[in-house]
């Protein structure tokens, strides 16, 4: 029997790809240090338990396809301390950030067309681009440039009659970047002049070091109706497997769009809106100590790998991902050594190949991918043994 080409086209995760090598490893004593996953161990905030404990109902029925309106009042107001004005119209609610890119790239374009990407970005928009029948059109960024986009008029030479959005992810996974407001002006400018959308993937919006601020692309002026953000509870209140997201804007057709794609699937988790309304009603300083340890685990971590000197490594300021680039041939081959054949002291290391974050062939093979997510002595020691490993690959 032949499968569909949507299947065989579509791409192994280089974040989960391993887990059978890991497995393995595991089986015979050895210590795995998860740095290939971006799931953090801050604890989920009590609120979220304590909202769904106080559950009362004697059957968990369907919720609306468009997501509790309890949920949604709650976004907005939360929404607002950035001084970005919503209605709960302009939100649907999704099965997580995942669900939101689906619907976002499945109602802006049509089989064959075109979104602009900068590269390396989050492996899932290879994906969902598949499953939506689209074709990425990269937009190559430096390792040595910290990964910040080239100047608009490289970006505008790869507008065409196909191309029917800019995306953006910021804070980026898996770069950790943060793009400028005058990147993010610059992007909105073009998707003005050649009547695009604009979409941005902010799941990472409070995780900003060194004083660096996040600019939202809800706050551009004037493309309002071509404005497209991606949401989600995961990263932000440390509820990964709560899977709630949401697609955000101020487009009618679109929102109108995406509930008819919630309606196939019916409804987004209920127990987990029950928990989520609570997670946004917490103060904005619930991310102090948060945004603290994130950033102090980067420092950490920055400090370790360049120690050798021919990592190249520029200091990421948001997220929780380092993207380095490393002295190897093959970060793939490497990944693979060091998870299934190296060890130090009976421990070892998981991380993520870069190719994997990549549209274009042969990208991204000299990098990897890390997941700054456990604490400080563990991420010590991890950053020991992948520094150890590079220099026995070698």
Known sequence: MIISKRATNMQESPIRKLAGIANKTKKQGIHVYHLNIGQPDIPTPEIFYKNINDFTGKVLEYGPSDGFPELKEAMVNYFSRYNIQLEPADIIITCGGSEAILFAFSAIADAGDEIIVPEPFYTNYNGYATLANLTISPVPTKAEEGFHLPPMPEIEKK??????????????????????????????????????????????????????????????????????????????????????GALISRNKDITQSALKFGQARLCPPSLGQIGAIGTYQLPPDYFKSTQAEYQQRRDVLFDILTSNKDVVLQKPKGAFYIMAKLP???????????????????????????????????????????????????????????????????
């Open 159 to 244: 507008i065409n009659p196909k191309t029917r959005a800019i995306m953006i992810n910021s804070p980026n996974n898996p770069t950790g970047t943060v793009f400028t407001r005058d990147e993010i002006i610059g992007l909105g400018e073009l998707a003005r002049k050649y009547n695009l959308f604009l979409v941005a993937d902010e799941v990472y919006k409070e995780f900003t070091y060194d004083g660096e601020k996040h600019f939202s692309i809800l706050e551009l002026e004037g493309i309002e109706d071509r404005v497209i953000v991606v949401d989600s509870i995961s990263k932000r209140y440390s509820a990964c497997g709560a899977r709630v």
């Open 328 to 394: 190897v041939d093959d970060s793939d081959n490497f990944a693979k050594w060091m998870l299934g054949e190296f060890n130090v002291n009976g421990e070892t290391v998981m991380v993520a190949p870069g190719a994997g974050f990549y549209s274009t062939p042969g990208k991204g093979k000299q990098e990897l991918r890390i997941a700054y997510v456990l604490g400080i002595d563990k991420l010590k020691k991890a950053g020991e043994i992948i520094l150890k490993a590079i220099e026995a690959y070698s």
